[in-house]
Every structure is written in C-alpha cells, then in structure tokens.
C-alpha cells in the first residue's frame, strides 16, 4: 500500500515537488496529495483566486510527471472538514517551511484548532532539504508519543541511523510503566547507535522538552499530544521557529 503524504501547495511561495520527492526518495511507495491551505482559511481575505490555483495547480502537475511522481491535489470548497477527513486516511501531513510567522497563521487564520484536529502524524519542517540533524523523543507514556515514534521510523529510521537520539521519559510510577521504559530503549537501539536518556517530571512537560530542544544542533522534537500544548504556546512555538527545530508529533 501507498504511504500518501500531504502538504499545502500555498504555506510558501515557489513550491518545488522536487524537494518532497528528495526527503522522501527512500520511500518506495508513495502519493502526494497537495492542498490548498487557504481554501480552508477563516478570513475571505487572502482565499486564493480560481486562476491563479489553476495555475500552479499546473505547474505542480508537470513537476510531478517530470519527476514521475504519484501526485494529486485535494479539491475543496471552503470545506475544512474535507481537509481534516483527508488526514484520517493519510500518513502523514508535512508543512514547510516553518517559520515564527506561519506556525502561528496555522492555528489563528486556517481551521479552528488545526493543530489538534489532524488525523495523522504532522512533520513540521524549517527546510525539507536539511529537517533535523538530532532526534529527540518524548516518551510519556501516552500511547499518541508511541505512535508519533512508529511513524517517524516508518518514514525516517532506515536513513536517520548514525543520528544521535535523546530520550526524554518522566519518571515511571510503577514496575509496568519502568519495563516499559527499559523496552522502549532497547526498540530504539535497534534503530540508533547513539541513544541516551534524560529523566523528566511530568510538570510543565512542553516547558522541559524545549529547554532540552533549545540546546541542540537542528534537532528534531518525536512526541505526541504534548506538542499541541508546545505548538498552541506562542513563548514556545516561537522558540521552535528561533533554534531551527522541527516537530514530528502525533496526537491520536
């Protein structure tokens, strides 16, 4: 079965297939299906014109056949749950780039709650050619962080191998949860040749994962649920934007 990807063709100006289709390229089977962010926009004002939709629509089309790309994109009439449908059967919904202006246009000027309503894992990337140069993985015992994590490998284990990876674990109450832990670093060392641990408290736990985050080179934040209270943070959804860090998150 296909992997299909999602991104809006209109978060940036110049929208290259080309740069997907490079991240992606270890990925044998895959769609793309693009999107017009803005169809689903709550302010009339910035809707994008039929042609100009056309348009690139165009462009991207002969992009794809160049490139023999699986590629279509999502028609909507200002349907916002058209777009929030389309992410329950997909795997994945990419936005780039991400910047300290856009993070905070997805959530003030496009769907209500866009942030939590997304139905699939959600790649939050400055720059697809270069989107983290660390890992850091939140395991917080939600099942939504596992999987954000099983995603993440799906798309990104076999080529991020000689990556460093941080495991971020509050602390575990109970024997269940502790060999939990100890499974969960062994899975990942299956992956990894360089995975360490750092223990967190379970208070102001978005607060504590970007003052880790902060302190890295490109890092890229593998959590679940908790990034909707990072990402819904304009402090710290700034700070994601300002050390070039990107965000791979699940909340389902």
Known sequence: MKKQILFPVDFQSGAHLADYANLFAHVDKKIFMGFFLRDFVKSARIKNTEADKQVLQQNLQ?????????????????NANL????????????????????????????PDHFFDLVACPVFLSEDVMRPFDEILVLFDYDQSGLVALKSFLSFFGKVSSNKKVT????SPDDMPEIHLEKYLVSY??????DVGIVPLSSKD??????????????????????AIDLLNNEELAGQVTDHHISVFYSNV
């Open 62 to 78: 002969q992009e794809a056949d160049q490139l023999k790309l699986d590629f279509d994109i999502l028609k909507s009439n200002s």
């Open 167 to 170: 495991l971020l674990t509050v």
């Open 205 to 226: 736990l978005a607060q504590q994962v970007m003052g880790h985050a902060t302190k890295l080179t490109r890092p890229v934040l593998v959590m679940g649920r908790t």
């Open 188 to 193: 990942l060392q299956k992956f990894f040749k």
């Open 83 to 110: 777009l929030l449908n389309q992410s329950r059967f997909a795997d994945l919904v990419i936005v780039n780039p991400l910047t300290s202006e856009n993070i905070l246009q997805l959530n003030h000027l496009f």
